[in-house]
């Protein structure tokens, strides 16, 4: 079946870059994406990205994707106290429902 | 104007009742799911509907029944709660295709004592 593993804790200094790494079993994943869950709420849509693309960028976050290796990353640069939260991977193959990570919280030090 | 709600935000109740959870969009998608988040923030989906239909139904027990009277709402009811269905449940919506990008409500916490 479909796997999705993170590392649960990163802690960066405010104004550093984060970055958080995803791995994924399913090579037929077409759609892999970030999602960033905060205290007592919903998931917020970060960004996605297609199978087929390797990289892309939206202001401060940059999504990396090595398909070879079923590696995802979101960086996070200059990483603000308000970054802090809870940040999912997830990823669909076809019409499946998403199958997510177990969650990366991200503490980010004043 | 919210996007995706769902009622109760808490829900605290005892060991054998039944009880409901209530979810809305108002995007105007045709597709909603219902997830349920363990203590550990496990996120894992239960039942995704299509148009009203069910198209996902994950191995969840058969106390768990979702109905969708229309595209705009998917409601969850649950029987003779027990003591490890306390979590967070999560209802979404999407359009069926494109990116898939689904929206999440902010929560239900369930805690059955």
Known sequence: GEDVEQSLFLSVREGDSSVINCTYTDSSSTYLYWYKQEPGAGLQLLTYIFSNMDMKQDQRLTVLLNKKDKHLSLRIADTQTGDSAIYFCAERAGRRALTFGSGTRLQVQP | ?113
């Open chain 2, 1 to 113: 104007d919210t996007a995706v709600s769902q009622t109760p935000k808490y829900l605290v109740t005892q060991m054998g009742n039944d009880k409901s959870i209530k979810c809305e969009q108002n995007l105007g998608h045709d597709t909603m799911y219902w997830y349920k988040q363990d203590s550990k923030k496990f996120l894992k989906i239960m039942f995704s509907y299509n148009n009203k239909e069910l198209i996902i139904n994950e191995t969840v027990p058969n106390r768990f029944s979702p109905k969708s009277p229309d595209k705009a709402h998917l409601n969850l009811h649950i029987n003779s709660l027990e003591l490890g269905d306390s979590a967070v449940y999560f209802c979404a919506s999407s359009i069926a295709g494109a990116s898939y990008e689904q929206y999440f409500g902010p929560g239900t916490r369930l805690t059955v004592t």
